[in-house]
């Protein structure tokens, strides 16, 4: 069984290598795909990185609207996928007529996406965010009322820490499934059990469970982290891929899940799905013009804010 794994991973590089591919993987994907990728990182480090390389195809390992985003920033660049049923509920969740219809209801009043939605609806907003920058990208922004969405746990976050009033599209039913099932009892339970670890959630996870926690940031925030804490021990509140990602930056650190919390639709790819895709060139990502366009103005506008 190991060596038939060796074999395949070795192969997947030698495709790589000669069809010239460059691999980015989100903190997500399996242990396996992330020892595998040339960079791995969050939403917002992706997208960025996207733009600087060199290298003309692209495999992305993650789920669709990342990928979008990545040949939104890159038109000249072939991004392929391994799957492409990878999706993101959350992201799905909004739909461009539900974004029409507040800007319509309240004129004027800023809307921001977070990156986790559709191109379609990011071509109706004035700003994408994501939860790395959520919090700055709306404090930025001239006036006290914001229209957010879709994750209505994020709108809590960036409505405390900016004191702005937010106002969440779709509502209560913007939520990502993998964050908003942690038990509110895990946190008490973990403080029990590692009494001097510290506690790390993700921005997606409802309001009463970011108050227990002593940290909230984004994939790559948490990876920042323990470096900035002498603590040795941390309880991650976020997707189990992250915990690989964190155990081989900080080796000797110990790290707890939360609770064992699996996004389905990041794990759709796999090392022969991997294979599959660079030995035929296959799912291409492909993006509508018009919407790729507009869409494209509320991305330069969040890089714009961002260099304020
Ligand atoms: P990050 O932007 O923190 O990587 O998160 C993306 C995501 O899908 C969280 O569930
Ligand atoms: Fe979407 Fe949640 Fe999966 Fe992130 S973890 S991709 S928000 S479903």
């Given at each position: 069984?190991?060596?038939?794994?060796?074999?395949?991973?070795?192969?997947?590089?030698?495709?790589?290598k000669?069809?010239?591919?460059?691999?980015?993987?989100?903190?997500?994907?399996?242990?396996?795909?992330?020892?595998?990728?040339?960079?791995?990182?969050?939403?917002?480090?992706?997208?960025?990185?996207?733009?600087?390389?060199?290298?003309?195809?692209?495999l992305?390992?993650?789920?669709?609207?990342?990928?979008?985003?990545?040949?939104?920033?890159?038109?000249?660049?072939?991004?392929?996928?391994?799957?492409?049923?990878?999706?993101?509920?959350?992201?799905?969740?909004?739909?461009?007529?539900?974004?029409?219809?507040?800007?319509?209801?309240?004129?004027?009043?800023?809307?921001?996406?977070?990156?986790?939605?559709t191109?379609?609806?990011?071509?109706?907003?004035?700003?994408?965010?994501?939860?790395?920058?959520?919090v700055e990208?709306?404090?930025?922004?001239?006036?006290?009322?914001?229209?957010?969405?879709?994750?209505?746990?994020?709108?809590?976050?960036?409505?405390?820490?900016?004191?702005?009033?937010?106002?969440p599209?779709?509502?209560?039913?913007?939520?990502?499934?993998?964050?908003?099932?942690?038990?509110i009892?895990?946190?008490?339970?973990?403080?029990?059990?590692?009494?001097?670890?510290?506690?790390?959630?993700?921005?997606?996870?409802?309001?009463?469970?970011?108050?227990?926690?002593?940290?909230?940031?984004?994939?790559?925030?948490?990876?920042?982290?323990?470096?900035?804490?002498?603590?040795?021990?941390?309880?991650?509140?976020?997707?189990?891929?992250?915990?690989?990602?964190?155990?081989?930056?900080?080796?000797?650190?110990?790290?707890?899940?939360?609770?064992?919390?699996?996004?389905?639709?990041?794990?759709?790819?796999?090392?022969?799905?991997?294979?599959r895709?660079?030995?035929?060139?296959?799912?291409?990502?492909?993006?509508?013009?018009?919407?790729?366009?507009?869409?494209?103005k509320?991305?330069?506008?969040?890089?714009?804010?961002?260099?304020?």
């Amino acid at each position: 069984m190991e060596t038939m794994l060796a074999n395949m991973i070795e192969e997947i590089m030698e495709l790589k290598k000669s069809k010239d591919f460059v691999i980015l993987a989100h903190n997500y994907q399996l242990p396996e795909l992330q020892d595998i990728a040339d960079h791995v990182g969050d939403s917002l480090q992706l997208a960025t990185l996207a733009t600087q390389l060199e290298k003309s195809r692209i495999l992305f390992l993650g789920v669709d609207f990342m990928a979008e985003t990545i040949k939104l920033l890159n038109p000249d660049k072939t991004v392929i996928v391994p799957d492409p049923e990878a999706t993101c509920p959350l992201a799905n969740s909004l739909t461009p007529e539900i974004v029409e219809r507040y800007r319509n209801e309240f004129p004027g009043v800023p809307i921001v996406l977070y990156i986790n939605s559709t191109l379609e609806c990011k071509a109706f907003a004035d700003v994408i965010c994501t939860s790395a920058n959520a919090v700055e990208i709306v404090a930025r922004l001239d006036g006290q009322r914001v229209i957010f969405g879709p994750d209505k746990n994020l709108a809590s976050y960036v409505a405390e820490k900016t004191g702005k009033d937010i106002i969440p599209i779709p509502g209560e039913t913007g939520y990502c499934y993998v964050h908003e099932n942690f038990k509110i009892s895990s946190p008490l339970d973990a403080r029990r059990s590692y009494p001097e670890a510290k506690i790390m959630v993700h921005p997606e996870v409802p309001k009463e469970l970011r108050r227990l926690a002593d940290y909230v940031g984004s994939t790559g925030q948490m990876l920042r982290y323990p470096a900035a804490t002498d603590a040795r021990e941390f309880v991650v509140g976020t997707e189990i891929g992250m915990l690989h990602r964190l155990r081989k930056t900080f080796p000797d650190r110990i790290f707890y899940p939360l609770d064992h919390a699996i996004c389905s639709n990041m794990k759709l790819n796999t090392l022969e799905k991997v294979y599959r895709s660079l030995n035929e060139e296959v799912y291409e990502v492909t993006i509508d013009e018009e919407i790729a366009r507009k869409a494209f103005k509320s991305v330069r506008k969040m890089f714009e804010l961002m260099e304020r």
